[in-house]
């Protein structure tokens, strides 16, 4: 008998834990509502919640002594994946007076400083169905639209609003040992494979870790998370991007050091998704005067964003063929600009314009390596998870997006202008000084057939 309970015992202690919840403070997710839109055109009204990611969250011991500081791990309590794993909780978090998140109706305000005890900067959020669930939207054959206020954001910031393959429940079904799951903002992925993740499938990811040169906050380990990434939506009040991103496999899938690609690996494009992605921005195809303050799509003023994702056949279920975009503003319905690069036609991300942008622009087509529009199809048709963020960039300073990149390139060089910030600017060091209260406003979030979720504006 005595050594049944033994033997029992030692099971239960062999079972490992980890990713746990720590009770320091409750976890308040902010409602938000959001619109699902029928053919005619009526929209029911749906109740959502936002959540942050599990990165900018404390992690501690049981006790409350910090697992990370800064952007180091504690050598003690993290020694290995597995262990740190295991002795670490991810705590509540405080919305509003900690990382200047607050909601209201059907908007969420993303403050970029937030200066408490610490000085929180940006933040990722999700959307959830319910506290345990993050929201997954099927939009293959559908369109999304919302509002957003990028007034506030100037050159070298990011409101980013957009959809990954995440695990609907944060990874806790395939990754027992994550305890902690969509409740706690945890399963990120993306297509850069990011490899400054904490956590990742229920696993530290202190093995290898090199805190980063010049972000006292954050570091890279030896594992990446990968998934495709639709950016739907990548401005400040100076450039716009709308970009689809690829993989080999749609749904969450760890990455080992350099083989994850990426922006933090030595080589970009060794991973399973496409860094890069096949991008419209209306700046970089040729019209300068299309999206900026006081220009065709003012920035001055609360903007509709719609992304229209049509399929060969018009179903939900057929290839993807086709990514359009569509404004309205004022009451005004204003399409994309057309491309005025030779060599590129149209208005819309197709297999076309894709593949004749990365031969005008002299770009690698990873796009196509990766599976192009089909392979972004199919990510769109199994579900994705809804992501609104704020940031810096503390690898390329924005330039991406708003100014002339790559800086050594000639700024004549078809591809070269995506913006008219300086390359100077976007500095994180500048960024946060000069910009503090810089904020997003999105809002009015909008699904449903195509044409279903503007018209009636
Ligand atoms: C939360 O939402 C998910 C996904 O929609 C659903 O499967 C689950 O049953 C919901 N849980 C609760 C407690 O409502
Ligand atoms: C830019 O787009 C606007 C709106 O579509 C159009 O009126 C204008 O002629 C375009 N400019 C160029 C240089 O193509
Ligand atoms: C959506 O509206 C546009 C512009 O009015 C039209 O060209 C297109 O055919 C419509 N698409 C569908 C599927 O109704």
Request: proline letters at 5%.
């Given at each position: 008998m005595y050594l049944l309970i033994s033997l029992i015992l030692l099971s239960f202690l062999n079972v490992s834990f980890s990713q746990k919840v720590g009770k320091f403070s409750p976890e308040v997710h902010p409602p938000i509502t959001w619109q699902e839109c029928a053919d005619d055109g009526s929209c029911k009204t749906m109740n959502g919640e936002i959540v942050i990611d599990a990165n900018w969250r404390w992690v501690h011991s049981e006790q409350g002594t910090n697992c990370y500081t800064g952007n180091t791990w504690n050598p003690t309590l993290c020694p290995d994946d597995k262990t740190c794993a295991e002795n670490c909780y991810l705590d509540g978090a405080n919305y509003e007076s900690v990382y200047g998140i607050t909601t209201e109706d059907d908007s969420v305000r993303l403050n970029f400083i937030t200066q408490s005890q610490g000085k929180n900067?940006?933040?990722?959020?999700?959307?959830?169905?319910?506290?345990?669930?993050?929201?997954?939207?099927?939009?293959?054959?559908?369109?999304?639209?919302?509002?957003?206020?990028?007034?506030?954001?100037?050159?070298?910031?990011?409101?980013?609003?957009?959809?990954?393959?995440?695990?609907?429940?944060?990874?806790?079904?395939?990754?027992?040992?994550?305890?902690?799951?969509?409740?706690?903002?945890?399963?990120?992925?993306?297509?850069?494979?990011?490899?400054?993740?904490?956590?990742i499938s229920g696993s530290a990811n202190v093995e290898g870790w090199i805190p980063s040169s010049n972000n006292p906050n954050t570091g890279y380990g030896n594992h990446g998370s990968c998934c495709a990434e639709m950016d739907l939506w990548e401005a400040n009040n100076m450039a716009t991007a709308l970009t689809p991103h690829p993989c080999d496999t749609s749904s969450q899938t760890v990455c080992e050091s350099d083989s994850c690609g990426g922006a933090t690996s030595s080589n970009r494009y060794?991973?399973?998704?496409?860094?890069?992605?096949?991008?419209?921005?209306?700046?970089?195809?040729?019209?300068?005067?299309?999206?900026?303050?006081?220009?065709?799509?003012?920035?001055?003023?609360?903007?509709?964003?719609?992304?229209?994702?049509?399929?060969?056949?018009?179903?939900?279920?057929?290839?993807?063929?086709?990514?359009?975009?569509?404004?309205?503003?004022?009451?005004?319905?204003?399409?994309?600009?057309?491309?005025?690069?030779?060599?590129?036609?149209?208005?819309?991300?197709?297999?076309?314009?894709?593949?004749?942008?990365?031969?005008?622009?002299?770009?690698?087509?990873?796009?196509?390596?990766?599976?192009?529009?089909?392979?972004?199809?199919?990510?769109?048709?199994?579900?994705?998870?809804?992501?609104?963020?704020?940031?810096?960039?503390?690898?390329?300073?924005?330039?991406?997006?708003?100014?002339?990149?790559?800086?050594?390139?000639?700024?004549?060089?078809?591809?070269?202008?995506?913006?008219?910030?300086?390359?100077?600017?976007?500095?994180?060091?500048?960024?946060?000084?000069?910009?503090?209260?810089?904020?997003?406003?999105y809002s009015n979030i909008k699904v449903g057939p195509i044409n279903s979720t503007f018209k009636n504006n």
């Open positions: 900067i940006g933040s990722r959020t999700f959307l959830m169905a319910n506290s345990t669930n993050y929201q997954m939207f099927y939009v293959l054959g559908q369109e999304f639209s919302f509002d957003v206020d990028v007034s506030n954001l100037d050159c070298g910031l990011n409101g980013a609003l957009y959809l990954v393959s995440m695990d609907s429940d944060g990874g806790i079904a395939r990754f027992p040992s994550n305890e902690a799951g969509a409740q706690y903002g945890t399963g990120y992925c993306d297509a850069q494979c990011p490899r400054d993740l904490k956590f060794g991973g399973l998704c496409d860094p890069d992605g096949c991008d419209y921005n209306p700046y970089r195809m040729g019209n300068t005067t299309f999206f900026g303050p006081g220009q065709t799509v003012d920035t001055k003023s609360v903007m509709t964003v719609v992304t229209q994702f049509i399929t060969n056949d018009g179903t939900t279920t057929g290839t993807l063929k086709s990514i359009k975009r569509l404004y309205v503003q004022n009451g005004q319905v204003i399409s994309q600009s057309e491309s005025t690069v030779p060599g590129v036609a149209g208005n819309e991300i197709t297999e076309d314009f894709c593949h004749n942008q990365k031969q005008v622009f002299g770009d690698k087509d990873s796009f196509t390596k990766h599976g192009g529009l089909a392979a972004m199809g199919d990510a769109l048709k199994n579900g994705m998870v809804l992501v609104l963020s704020l940031w810096d960039d503390y690898l390329a300073d924005m330039l991406w997006l708003d100014s002339n990149y790559p800086t050594t390139s000639p700024v004549t060089e078809p591809g070269v202008a995506r913006g008219p910030c300086s390359t100077s600017s976007g500095t994180p060091t500048d960024v946060e000084s000069k910009y503090p209260n810089a904020y997003v406003v």
